[in-house]
């Protein structure tokens, strides 16, 4: 597929590459699983540079065995020459080449040498000021290769020069990563980044499948549904990679957040566990995984859990605690998860509204998801108002209220939304009284936009993408 976006990732890398020309320079990329890390990695080497795997399924003598054999037909190392040790590896590799080396799952050296780690802190030490290398630490257990550089008790701990959190890709590049497959529909391709997110890996998959004009149905299908399907795997095969033989209660609490249980004391309910038990697990799955994240309403308030991987939020709601059925591709299963999917993108759409906004230069400072609890007047019920997005300008004490429909609407049903959203925003304790309202609707379609627009309402709808 052709590579797309990341020009300022590149710029930061090609920039880095030449201020290793005056002396030694490290940085680390580091990313969930799938956002491309590798693919950026490749990007910027050239035939004359270094990639190193770390393959954690190795012993330590045969991934050095595996070095040394690139090394050899790079000409680095003489045929005759062995390599016993780690320390020989890093100081043939300090003292005789030039250029980028990258060393790609660079966190798996815990489990295949921890002493790699050491040896490297002294080779880096004593090649400090030496011009010509440029070395790229990459790896996906993202807790993991922070602690390796950050945390003061490791030998590598400030032996960075950069740090590149890698993002996925937003929705308006996978737009073109879409187009380049055929999928020109618009509501296709907001359906696909609700599953998808910005992680590269699965747009390739549509493209091995030469799947770009066949429709959202028969994709997902062909990804998903079908007998052997391409992607039917995915999940498991990344959180085998990150949770290893412990994968049991992760995959619950994952199970839990994706079932609509966003708070511990709700997922330990779901799970029958108290929450002093899930405390070291969820610890590890929003520091160490980054699967896990804690998001707070845009105002302030009660924070909740979100899954961070699109791909693994959409397999936890549908497909885990159904595998049984999954795995028989029982037509109720498979109809039920179809007959949903459109009330799953309506959630997800809202992230593609808060991009679009930020695009837009609306001069909002923040923006983000608010929900509230209050009391019914007439029944006393506890109630939880929610707001699709809310932006603020903090100087300016102006604020904007929006709501994300994934459906055609009438100007009828258009000014409804909008009634409603203005009575919800009463319950938005922010600068009462002394805030500038406004007000917006997102749509796939909108009837009589101009004439809401007239109306001082902000109105966009999939055209306006």
């Known amino acids: ?22 002396k030694l320079f490290t940085v680390s990329i580091t990313g969930l699983r799938r956002v491309g890390k590798t693919r950026l990695i490749l990007e910027i080497l050239s ?51 030039k250029g980028i080396v990258a060393f790609d799952e660079f966190q798996n050296f815990t489990a295949v040498d921890k002493s790699v780690y050491g040896i490297l802190q002294k080779y880096i030490d004593l090649n400090e000021n030496n011009a010509g290398l440029f070395i790229i630490f990459s790896g996906s257990t993202v807790g993991l290769m922070k602690k390796l550089f950050s945390d003061s008790k490791q030998p590598l701990y400030g032996r960075l020069k950069r740090k590149m959190p890698l993002k996925p890709l937003m929705f308006r590049d996978t737009l073109e990563v879409c187009a380049t497959l055929g999928i020109h529909d618009i509501e296709d391709a907001v359906r696909f980044y609700a599953i998808f997110g910005g992680f590269p890996k699965y747009y390739v998959a549509i493209e091995d499948e030469q799947l770009g004009d066949s429709g959202f149905e028969k994709i997902m299908d062909r990804l998903f549904f079908a007998e052997n399907a391409v992607l039917e795997d995915e999940a498991s095969q990344i959180l085998s990679l990150e949770f290893g033989k412990r994968s049991g209660i992760y995959y619950d609490i994952l199970a839990a957040i994706a079932s609509g249980n966003t708070r511990i004391s709700e997922v330990a309910s779901f799970l029958r566990k108290k929450e002093t038990a899930l405390t070291r697990q969820m610890n590890e799955l929003i520091n160490r995984f980054e699967l896990v994240s804690i998001e707070k309403p845009v105002t302030g308030g009660k924070s909740i859990y979100v899954i961070n991987h699109p791909l693994l939020n959409f397999w936890f709601r549908f497909f885990y605690k159904n595998l049984s059925s999954y795995k028989r591709r029982e037509i109720t299963l498979i109809s039920k998860i179809k007959d949903n999917m459109n009330a799953y993108v309506g959630r997800r759409f809202e992230a593609v509204c808060c991009e679009f906004l930020e695009y837009e230069k609306l001069n909002f400072q923040k923006s983000g998801r608010w929900w509230g609890a209050y009391r019914d007047a007439e029944t006393d019920e506890r109630k939880v108002a929610e707001i699709d997005i809310v932006s603020i300008n903090e100087q300016t004490k102006e604020i904007l209220f929006c709501e994300c429909k994934w459906q055609n609407l009438s100007r009828k049903d258009a000014e409804r939304v909008l009634y409603d959203l203005q009575e919800k925003s009463k319950r938005v304790d922010w600068n009462i009284g002394k805030r500038k309202e406004h007000f917006a609707i997102f749509a796939k379609r909108i009837e009589g936009k101009d004439a809401l627009r007239k109306s001082a309402f902000l109105v966009w709808d999939l055209e306006d993408f």
């Open 1 to 22: 597929m052709k590579f797309i976006d990341r020009k300022e990732e590149m710029r930061y890398l090609k920039e880095a590459a030449e201020l290793s020309k005056s």
């Open 47 to 97: 035939k004359d540079d270094m990639y190193f795997f770390v393959n954690k399924d190795k012993e330590s003598t045969s991934l050095l065995q595996e070095y040394a054999d690139i090394l050899k037909a790079r000409k680095i190392l003489s045929g005759l020459e062995t390599l016993n040790t780690w320390d020989v590896f890093f100081k043939v590799l300090f003292e005789r080449f």
